[in-house]
């Protein structure tokens, strides 16, 4: 899979030329999951959000999507996945998820990367589904 453009308001692959609309006001169901299945067979994490949309997000574009300084960068220093041109399988597997307060998700990678905190209104932005990525590219 090819890099995806690093940078404080990169994508992962297949979101290449959507634009991140940081302006966007999501309303508290919007941002407020219902239901989060993990599904190890089919390597995705399903989230109903409250106001009924379904996301489904590949443990592949999860991994492209950290949120971390590790894998971002940070004050204008790239992050690890700067220089990474595909990722490995211990990086894609997915080991444990777990909530953070009411707020987020932490995904622990089989490689031990455990250093992202997925908030419910970032996974919401990014959402892949065709639905929101006709907004992302409008936005």
């Not at 407020?32 to 067979?41: K, Q, V």
């Not at 971390?68 to 211990?90: K, M, N, W």
């Amino acid at each position: 899979m090819p890099i995806p453009p690093i940078g404080p308001l990169s994508l992962p692959p297949g979101m290449r030329g959507v634009r991140r609309n940081r302006m966007v006001r999501l309303t508290d169901e919007q941002k407020t999951p219902d239901i989060i299945a993990p599904s190890l067979e089919r390597r995705t994490i399903d989230i109903t959000w409250t106001d009924g949309h379904q996301s489904s997000y590949s443990f592949e574009f999860l991994r492209w999507s950290c949120p971390c300084a590790i894998c971002r960068g940070e004050g204008g220093v790239p992050g690890l996945l700067a220089s990474t041109h595909e990722l490995t399988p211990d990086q894609t597997e997915l080991v444990e998820v777990g909530p953070v307060g009411n707020y987020a998700m932490s995904i622990t990678w089989k490689d031990g990367h455990a250093a992202g905190i997925y908030t419910w209104e970032y996974l919401r932005l990014i959402c892949p589904c065709p639905i929101c990525r006709g907004q992302q590219e409008t936005g």
